[in-house]
């Protein structure tokens, strides 16, 4: 069987993608699959590192106005539709899946005009500009959160699966990776990560916030996206990281990170939210503010509402917000285990069992 995955840009859109083709390789012997993204996309590290080839294609997504830089876009459209077609006749594939990103918008589109099943998958309540008109092509849609069925007019193509989550961080173990990362036991760990970018509002809001993590020796990993690492690390001066205290710029091995930790301060992107539910973290979430019809704020909310984290909107976070969150759920061991058990109702680890028995029935 061979298996064409699109879905790009950030992290949000590639790591589904990977989740799924995990699947599919464990279930289906002589499985053929190949991806395709853009150069400039995340995807163009992320998908080679996790062992599957990456086509690339020309396309780019398009502003709200109508501008010069929107024409050379359409330009680059027709690249895209003509690079995706070659893709498509050349691979045969049996089965396309798109997982959003505009890059998937011509890979999709040509395979569903050539007959070919196709199934995108929606991570968010509400659904992106790619998906939103590929669901009108596609043989399947999946969504991660009811609110989005309303947004596709075929309902009969429509199926609530969830957000998948990777296998590694689906099997990973809390004693395994902490004694991976060198963190005893009785040592508390906080993951701070704002989403596969970073963000650069909640690195400025923990500079202080880790000078007193060194000072009262909490373990911790800080994330703060690849473009802010050097501005971060200049902007925090001379520290003296001790054990599994770490900042770096990018995690590649977030299972380990993510089991590890007690405590995870992050953005409400969806994905992220799945993993740390699937792995039962109590959080402090901060919504980044200018994601479509504010959908991150929405996330937030949602997680906050049955007792698994704190949001702090943006507007409202700096160092005292933040440090004061994180102390209220650090230092109290009853309300991290309460957070901790709600946090994990939520999860969803069959959301990939689900999406496979989908994308088998409909083969
Ligand atoms: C600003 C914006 O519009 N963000 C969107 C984007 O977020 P973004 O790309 O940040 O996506 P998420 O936060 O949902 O997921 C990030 C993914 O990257 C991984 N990761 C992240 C950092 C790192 O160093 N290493 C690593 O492996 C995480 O484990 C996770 O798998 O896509 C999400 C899913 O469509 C949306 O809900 C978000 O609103």
Same mark, same amino acid.
């Given at each position: ?9 950030? !992290? ?30 995340? *995807? ?8 599957? *080839? ?11 106005? =109508? ?17 995706? +077609? ?11 899946? !798109? ?53 596709? $007019? ?8 969830? @957000? ?6 689906? $099997? ?12 005893? *036991? ?50 925090? !001066?001379?520290? @003296? ?33 799945? #993993? ?7 959080? =402090?979430? =901060? ?30 976070? @700096?160092? !005292?917000?933040?440090? $004061? ?18 946090? +994990? ?8 069992? =689900?999406?496979?028995? #989908? ?5």
């Amino acid at each position: 069987m061979r298996v064409l995955i699109s879905g790009g840009g950030t !992290g949000g859109h590639i790591y589904p993608a990977i989740a799924i083709a995990n699947k599919l390789e464990e279930e289906i012997k002589d499985i053929e699959i190949l991806f395709v993204g853009t150069e400039k996309g995340l *995807e163009s590290k992320v998908v080679p590192s996790a062992g599957y *080839e990456l086509k690339t294609i020309t396309v780019e997504g398009f502003r709200r106005k =109508i501008t010069f830089d929107n024409v050379k876009r359409v330009l680059k459209l027709f690249k895209g539709l003509e690079d995706a +077609r070659k893709i498509v006749k050349q691979f045969k594939p049996d089965l396309v899946i !798109g997982t959003g990103g505009y890059v998937c918008g011509p890979v999709v589109f040509n395979a569903a005009m050539r007959g070919i099943p196709t199934v995108i998958h929606e991570q968010n309540a509400f659904p992106g500009i790619t998906n939103k008109i590929l669901g009108k092509f596609v043989s399947k849609i999946l969504i991660s959160f009811e609110d989005a069925r309303k947004y596709f $007019n075929n309902e009969s193509k429509v199926v609530f699966t969830g @957000n998948p989550v990777r296998k590694e961080i689906l $099997n990973s173990n809390k004693a395994n990776a902490r004694k991976k990362l060198g963190i005893p *036991e009785d040592k508390k760990m906080v993951l701070c990560v704002g989403g596969s970018g970073g963000s650069e509002k909640l690195n400025r809001s923990m500079i202080p916030i880790i000078r007193d993590f060194v000072k009262d020796d909490i373990q911790f990993i800080h994330v703060t996206g690849r473009y802010h690492y050097e501005d971060f690390m200049k902007s925090l !001066g001379e520290v @003296n990281l001790r054990g599994c205290q770490k900042i770096v710029d990018y995690l590649d091995d977030m299972a380990t990170a993510l089991s590890a930790s007690d405590l995870v301060i992050c953005s409400a992107g969806a994905i992220t939210l799945a #993993e740390i539910t699937v792995l039962g973290k109590p959080s =402090i979430i =901060i919504p980044k503010a200018y994601t479509a019809e504010n959908h991150q704020e929405y996330n937030a909310k949602s997680l906050e509402s049955k007792g698994a984290a704190i949001a702090i909107l943006e507007k409202d976070l @700096n160092s !005292g917000s933040l440090s $004061n969150a994180i102390s209220k759920v650090l230092g109290d061991r009853k309300k991290l285990k309460e957070m901790e058990s709600n946090s +994990r109702e939520i999860g969803m680890p069959q959301s990939i069992d =689900i999406i496979y028995k #989908e994308i088998i029935d409909m083969l």
